[in-house]
């Protein structure tokens, strides 16, 4: 969250690798998914993004993955499901 911060503060662009940031991503979903333990579809965009799915009849979401970290880690309001947030 950090390195967003500053990324976002300094209007400097992140380099990003999926093998890295898409496993902290991940990591960052499970939690997020276990905090609210409703069915969803996120697909997150991006070079660090993914897909996931839990459940049927979810909400359906779809975001940079670097917004949707943004948003979960309490930067910016979320609605819906993003209300849920994950101290990272």
């Known amino acids: ?8 503060a300094t209007d400097q662009s992140m380099e990003l690798t999926a093998d890295h940031d ?31 799915r839990v459940g049927d009849d979810g909400e359906h979401l779809e975001m940079d993955a670097l917004d949707f970290c943004w948003v979960v880690g309490s930067r910016q309001k979320g609605n819906a499901l993003l209300t849920t947030e994950v101290p990272f």
């Open 1 to 8: 969250m950090h390195r967003l911060d500053i990324s976002r």
């Open 22 to 52: 898409g496993r902290l991503i991940a990591n960052i979903v499970a939690e997020w998914a276990l905090r609210h333990s409703q069915p969803f579809t996120l697909n997150l965009t991006g070079a660090a993004g993914g897909r996931w």
